[in-house]
């Protein structure tokens, strides 16, 4: 799956599953542009990573949720690589608590990350792909988005809007050789899972099939999979990596 310093650029690259996609691409051959928030150390660390590996990195500082600052990370980073030929729409929160006690707020920051943020950063990028003639969008959604959970219809609403997002998108650009695909993770030993309360993990692991949480590194297989020319005619797709959970 060579791909030859194609550029990819990954939103949240500097940690948990987007860290681990940084360096699955780079092991492809790609050259990585990493955005982050607010961690410079840990984004800086996986440009290391990379640059050991062989390939190349920049680190580029971005909250994706405000259009001035994602028209500014596309604009560095053809400055730095040229135009991005891969986009990984990672960067994501959960601000959980039942419906009848959520807050504004906790609705329209999870709305805001998991899936304006995916609009903004997919609108920047397809232009310069469908100029290219080829282009990836990848875009990281949950099971939760499939099947919907209690305590997270904010993070739900956002990503089962990211299904129909993929879907329509990937039609308007099938035909420019572009394709746009979504990955939906089951639960992913990160940052975000670290901080659940342990019974609530217990329930969780009783329920998975394959009886335990996943790791980075298993998403990010697909991930560089949907992202080389093997992937060619697969587009449109929600495609769950979740030891099974959506089909228990
Ligand atoms: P982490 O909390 O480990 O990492 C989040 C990443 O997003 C960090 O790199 C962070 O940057 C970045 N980020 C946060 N806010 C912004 C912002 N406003 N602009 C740019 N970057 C931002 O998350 P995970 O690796 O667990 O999750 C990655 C994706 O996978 C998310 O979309 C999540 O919804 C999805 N997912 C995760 C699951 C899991 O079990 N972990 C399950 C299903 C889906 P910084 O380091 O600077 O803070």
Do not use: H
């Amino acid at each position: 799956m060579a791909s030859d310093g194609r550029v990819a650029l990954i939103t949240g690259g500097s940690r948990g599953i987007g860290r681990a996609i940084a360096l699955q691409l780079a092991s492809q051959g790609m050259r990585i542009v990493v955005n982050y928030v607010s961690n410079a150390d840990a984004a800086a660390e996986v440009v290391k990573r990379v640059e050991e590996a062989g390939s190349q990195a920049v680190a580029l500082q971005a909250d994706v949720t405000r259009g001035e600052d994602v028209e500014r990370l596309f604009a560095q980073a053809a400055e730095a690589f040229g135009s991005v030929e891969i986009l990984v729409n990672n960067a994501g929160i959960i601000k959980d608590s039942l419906l009848m006690r959520m807050s504004d707020e906790d609705w329209d920051s999870v709305v805001d990350l998991d899936l304006r943020s995916v609009f903004l950063c997919t609108r920047a990028a397809i232009r310069m792909m469908v100029r290219g003639r080829w282009g990836r969008v990848i875009n990281i959604g949950s099971v939760v988005g499939l099947r919907g959970n209690q305590g997270q219809a904010n993070y739900a609403a956002a990503k089962a809007g990211l299904v129909g997002f993929t879907q329509s998108v990937a039609k308007e650009v099938a035909s420019r050789n572009v394709t746009v695909n979504c990955v939906a993770p089951g639960y992913v030993e990160t940052d975000i899972v670290e901080d659940l309360p342990q019974e609530l993990k217990k329930y969780i692991m009783d329920r998975v099939p394959v009886g335990r949480f996943g790791q980075p590194e298993e998403i990010s297989g697909i991930v560089g999979f949907l992202a080389s020319d093997a992937a060619s005619y697969i587009t449109g797709q929600a495609i769950a990596v979740d030891g099974g959970l959506v089909i228990s």
